[in-house]
């Protein structure tokens, strides 16, 4: 189930990174986290099929955590860190495909902060 899951995953992440600017934030400071909230949605929907059962979605809590927290650890073991570049800043966290979407993040996500893209873009080249 995991491993159908994980397959599921990397579909929506592919969708995700054409449908917006070619980053996915995973900021700590993030209320809502794209892979996370991936994460649970495909294990609660594989789980607890009908939404509307609540008894079911209340008997399945528990697992629905412990899964999701595995299908995350996978989604970033086998498809982020493989198929994407990451970047880090101070608790600032996201994955893109190239500089271009990483300078897209860093303008949209810390334009207040004395970030000298062109040194970043130097110092990607040099890991890339």
């Known amino acids: 189930m995991i491993e159908k899951l994980l397959e599921i995953a990397r579909e929506k992440i592919k969708e995700e990174m054409a449908r917006d600017a070619g980053f996915i934030d995973d900021s700590d400071d993030m209320p809502e986290r794209f892979l996370d909230c991936l994460a649970k949605e495909l294990v609660e929907k594989e789980l607890v099929p009908n939404k509307d059962d609540i008894e079911l979605y209340y008997e399945k809590e528990g697992e629905i955590e412990d899964l999701s927290e595995e299908l995350l650890n996978m989604i970033k073991e086998e498809i982020m860190s493989k198929e994407y570049n990451s970047y ?9 495909k190239d500089k271009r979407d990483l300078i897209a993040w860093c303008l949209t996500w810390l334009p207040e902060e004395t970030m000298n893209l062109r040194e970043e873009y130097e110092n990607l080249r040099i890991f890339l």
């Not at 880090?88 to 893109?96: A, H, L, P, S, V």
Request: glycine share 22%; aromatic share 34%; charged share 20%.
């Open 88 to 96: 880090g800043n101070d608790g600032r966290y996201c994955y893109y």
